[in-house]
Each structure stands twice: as structure tokens, then as C-alpha cells.
């Protein structure tokens, strides 16, 4: 058996002329992110977030800005942001939702949730619906163990969630 690797270094990435980090954007973190940590390359994760919430997603081109404003190499951002699975390297739909697959949210039947979800909405679970609308993730522990089994629509938590229920959310999202 052999590791085969991706030769990645000389992929072309699809560019725009403006910058995804904006001037706006590095003003704000150096004001109020990078004095709170000790170095530049620490703020790799608030800067990754500010991205990620002001486009949705995180586009190649930016993770290759973020690299150069934090002085830090673009394979270290990439090796970050694929690192956790709250970043999106591809565009979402407008709404998320995401069950939570730990294991008091298994043993109270998110299973069930998942399965109901991926017939409704008619993908599998890390897909996003053809029209745009939702994608649909199976993630770890919300930290909402309690009130399990536990679902994060959009920004909102949800504690010991019914299909009932939340089919209803899902339907009521516009
Ligand atoms: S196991 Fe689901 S919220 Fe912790």
C-alpha cells in the first residue's frame, strides 16, 4: 500500500478582482482581533470566522489573503480551515441546518432526524439542495448534550427536537 498525494501546489484557483478581505474587513480585526492574541498567525481562526460570516463561505482566493495578512503560509490556512468542519470551503445554501450525530444526540434518535431530513430535502447529508436553499450537515457535539437530541438552524439551537418540530422550523424558513 502506497499514500498517493494530491499534487495541489500548482492548481489554479478562481480569482476576482476584488479582494475578499477587504480593507474594511483587516481594519476591524486589526483594531479589535489581533491585539487580543499573541501573535498574527493566532488570529488565523476569528479571521477565518469573519470571513466565512460575511460571504457565507470561504472562497480559495481568500484563504490565500488571509494567509498574506496574517504573514503566515496559504498551506497553513488551508490545513486550518479543512481541519474543522465549521468552515466552508464551498458555497452553502441560505439556510443550514445541523444535527448533531455525538453520542447523546445518537442514542435520543438523531438518526431519525438525519433520515427524515434526507427525504424531505432530497440530499444526503454534507449536500446543499439544487435551488440553493439548505444544506444539510451531520456534525459533532453542540455542547447542548442536555437537551438532546439537539439541532443549530441557522444561528438557532434547538433542544430536544421532534421531526415534528422540526419540519415545521425547516418549513417556516424563508
Ligand atoms: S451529543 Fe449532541 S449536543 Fe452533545
Not at 39 to 52: D, M, S, W, Y
Not at 117 to 143: M, P, Q, S, W
Not at 146 to 168: D, I, K, Q, S
Request: aromatic content about 8%; charged content about 25%; overall charge negative.
Amino acid at each position: 500500500m502506497a499514500w498517493i498525494t494530491k499534487n495541489t501546489a500548482h492548481e489554479p484557483i478562481e480569482r476576482r478582482d476584488e479582494p475578499f478581505l477587504t480593507d474594511a474587513m483587516k481594519t476591524k480585526l486589526e483594531a479589535d482581533v489581533l491585539p487580543r492574541f499573541p501573535t498574527k498567525r493566532a488570529a488565523l481562526l476569528p479571521t477565518l470566522h469573519e470571513i466565512q460570516h460575511t460571504y457565507g463561505w470561504i472562497p480559495p482566493q481568500a484563504l490565500d489573503e488571509a494567509a498574506t495578512f496574517l504573514d503566515i503560509a496559504p498551506a497553513e490556512v488551508l490545513d486550518t480551515a479543512t481541519f474543522y468542519e465549521e468552515y466552508y470551503l464551498k458555497p452553502k445554501g441560505r439556510h443550514l441546518i445541523q444535527i448533531c450525530q455525538s453520542i447523546a444526540c445518537e442514542l435520543c434518535g438523531h438518526e431519525n432526524l438525519l433520515d427524515k431530513c434526507i427525504e424531505k430535502l432530497g440530499i444526503e447529508h454534507g449536500e446543499t439542495t439544487e435551488d440553493g436553499r439548505y444544506t444539510l450537515v451531520a456534525l459533532e457535539c453542540l455542547g447542548a448534550c442536555g437537551g438532546a437530541p439537539a439541532v443549530l438552524l441557522n444561528e438557532t439551537l434547538y433542544e430536544c427536537v421532534t421531526w415534528e418540530h422540526l419540519e415545521a422550523e425547516i418549513d417556516a424558513l424563508k
